[in-house]
């Protein structure tokens, strides 16, 4: 994540992820799945920002940022504890043992209940960014075994720009940078419940193996990475939200090299040719007035380092 600090105020980009590959495994005893995804991080960011208070108090001010058309429904954003941001720095000052509080800025880009990551996003950011703020000076490691405790794709965004997540997201295993993917996005008019997706799919007879998608990413070899992507989640997602099969088909009129659903939905993405193609994908299906549509790219996060090295 990129991080900015100025005087008293740390302020951190929080990128959406994008799922190329989402196979599931087994079923856990503890309602979870076991699975294996190739997640990577994309220039659509959330901005959260802080400032230490010396009260204790954690005062939370999130809305949807102006460049964002009006009558755009991206979902909702949680206020107070019920956004994770305040979550995740309660859990962390309560670890750490400081007393200090923060005003905190959320400015929100990701749509909701879409499968982008946004809130896990959120929520790292918050580690790193209060890690700088109240001068904590933990680890990477330290700040992962916290974020899994709020959430699977947590860990993912402390570092990480591309990597193949195992568990239930929470084991990262990162992966050199590709050059960039151009990428669109498009979120429909509703969200879906991650519990409701999960908990309609199937685990296959026999699930697919991330590996052939992981080779051709080390290749560089997108059209080959396209060949190989799936998503188990997709026709559950599907059975609860007729925006899937919308979106599948309007993505296969673009000439994309792949195209499917990022996580448990709605949104729905196309990997493009180049800059150029996706920019003209992404004029066509506007005009299809389809929902939320961003023209986006794939970054890479500089990681912090890992052993006695401070995350920041």
């Given amino acids: 994540m990129r991080i900015a600090f100025d005087e008293d105020r740390v302020t951190v980009q929080a990128p959406a992820k994008l799922n190329l590959f989402l196979e599931l495994l087994a079923r856990r005893a503890d309602g979870y799945h076991d699975l294996e995804t190739l997640m990577v991080a994309v220039d659509l960011c959330d ?20 460049t ?16 994770i941001v305040v979550q995740a ?6 670890r750490a043992g400081v007393s200090l509080g923060a005003n905190i ?5 990701i749509p909701s209940a879409a499968g982008l990551g946004g809130a896990s996003s959120d929520a790292a950011a918050a580690l790193l960014g209060a890690n700088v703020l109240w001068d904590l000076r933990w680890t990477t490691a330290e700040l992962s075994l916290l974020a899994a405790e709020l959430g699977s794709d947590v860990p993912f965004f402390l570092g990480a720009s591309a990597a193949v997540c195992r568990g239930r997201g929470e ?32 685990v296959a007879d026999s699930p697919a193996s991330v590996d052939p998608a992981v080779a051709a990413w080390r290749r560089g070899d ?17 059975a609860l939200s007729p925006w899937i099969a919308r979106l ?28 150029l193609h996706a920019r003209q994908v992404a004029s066509r299906l506007r005009a299809r007035d389809i929902g939320y549509v961003v023209c986006t790219r794939t970054i890479s996060l500089l990681a912090p380092e890992q052993g006695d090295q401070q995350a920041a």
């Fill in 47 to 66: 901005q959260l920002s802080l400032q230490s208070r010396d009260d204790g108090e954690l005062h939370l001010a999130a809305d949807w940022a102006a």
């Fill in 68 to 83: 964002i058309p009006c009558h755009t429904s991206l979902g909702d954003v949680p206020a107070g504890h019920d956004n």
């Fill in 89 to 94: 720095l309660e859990r962390l000052r309560e």
């Fill in 105 to 109: 800025r959320l400015r929100k880009r």
């Fill in 171 to 202: 084991q990262i295993e990162p992966l050199p940078s590709l050059p960039r993917l151009d990428v669109v996005i498009v979120r429909p008019p509703e969200g879906l419940s991650t519990p409701a997706v999960y908990g309609r799919c199937q």
């Fill in 222 to 238: 997108i059209a080959g990475l396209a060949r190989h992507m799936t998503n188990r989640l997709e026709p559950a997602a599907e």
């Fill in 248 to 275: 599948r088909a309007a993505f296969a009129e673009q000439n994309c090299y792949g195209h499917q659903m990022s996580g448990s939905g709605t949104s729905y993405f196309g990997l493009c040719r180049h800059a």
